[in-house]
């Protein structure tokens, strides 16, 4: 999954690794900016035409932090997510919020989508293990692994 953006955090005084000498982008002039009403544009790089437009409709807390939620536009279907997203100076955290279907229940989880701060060629893995209980049991593992290719304009 490539993420690209177009932001202005490169012009304001961060140096070549994009950090600001305080451990990371300042919220302020965030990559993805996180604000109830804000949209998304979203383009298939190797199909131009397939595009999707989210935006970002609704505040949840989670463990004593605000994520944001985000739906795409145009979607005729009534979905109550428990899912989130939330910045903290440039690292990325997605929630996986529990739920419970059919008597089937999955545990909440948390864990690091995007580091804006690492340096290109520097690697990350995280791993996530949700609890499956009701009529079902086990476990669901997850884990992202990235490596920044480049940084800079697009």
């Known amino acids: 999954m490539i993420f690209a953006s177009c932001s202005t955090s490169d012009d304001n005084g961060f140096n070549d690794d994009g950090n600001d000498g305080n451990g990371g982008n300042p919220t302020s002039i965030s990559y993805w900016r996180y604000a109830i009403g804000n949209k998304w544009n979203m383009?298939?790089?190797?199909?131009?035409?397939?595009?999707?437009?989210?935006?970002?409709?609704?505040?949840?807390?989670?463990?004593?932090?605000?994520?944001?939620?985000?739906?795409?536009?145009?979607?005729?279907?009534?979905?109550?997510?428990?899912?989130?997203?939330?910045?903290?100076?440039?690292?990325f955290t997605s929630l996986h919020g529990a739920t419970s279907m059919n008597g089937v229940n999955t545990s909440a989880g948390v864990m690091k989508s995007m580091d804006t701060n690492l340096k290109v060629g520097e690697v990350w893995e995280e791993e996530m293990t949700l609890t499956i209980s009701g009529v079902a049991s086990g476990i669901i593992k997850h884990t992202n692994y990235a490596r920044p290719l480049s940084k800079g304009r697009l």
Do not use: C, M, W
């Open 43 to 91: 383009t298939d790089l190797k199909d131009a035409k397939d595009t999707y437009t989210y935006h970002i409709y609704k505040k949840i807390n989670h463990g004593g932090k605000t994520y944001f939620q985000v739906e795409p536009i145009g979607l005729n279907e009534d979905i109550e997510s428990t899912d989130g997203f939330r910045e903290d100076n440039g690292v």
